[in-house]
């Protein structure tokens, strides 16, 4: 599936069932990865394969309204997610990262 055709998708999603709604269908698009709530993020891991990265980039790309939810990523393919957008969310980035500053 295009990544145009996943930012279609997710935008309707989004504008209909919101944020949880999202989430829920990304965990049943997911091929290898896996959504785990950690620290009131939630964390969308590819699971190192590329199956998975055509999702993740249509998640965040600035044509979604979805990727205002954008906080962080870690290496190993690990994007956080916010459902609040609030700055607390980016403090709980930074412990999870190990930048405790």
């Known amino acids: 599936?295009?990544?145009?055709?996943?930012?279609?998708?997710i935008n309707t999603?989004?504008?209909t069932e919101g944020f949880k709604g999202v989430i829920e269908?990304?965990?049943s698009r997911l091929v290898y990865g896996?959504?785990?709530k950690t620290n009131g993020l939630y964390c969308i891991s590819?699971?190192?394969w590329?199956?998975?990265?055509?999702?993740?980039?249509?998640?965040?790309?600035p044509m979604t309204r979805f990727?205002?939810?954008y906080v962080g990523y870690l290496v190993g393919g690990h994007f956080y997610f916010s459902e609040d957008k609030s700055f607390e969310c980016y403090q709980r980035v930074k412990i999870i990262l190990g930048d405790n500053e």
């Open 13 to 15: 999603i989004y504008e």
């Open 25 to 27: 269908e990304v965990q």
């Open 34 to 36: 896996t959504v785990i």
């Open 50 to 61: 590329s199956d998975d990265e055509a999702l993740l980039d249509a998640l965040i790309s």
């Open 1 to 9: 599936m295009t990544e145009k055709r996943l930012i279609n998708i």
């Open 67 to 69: 990727h205002y939810h």
């Open 46 to 48: 590819t699971g190192g």
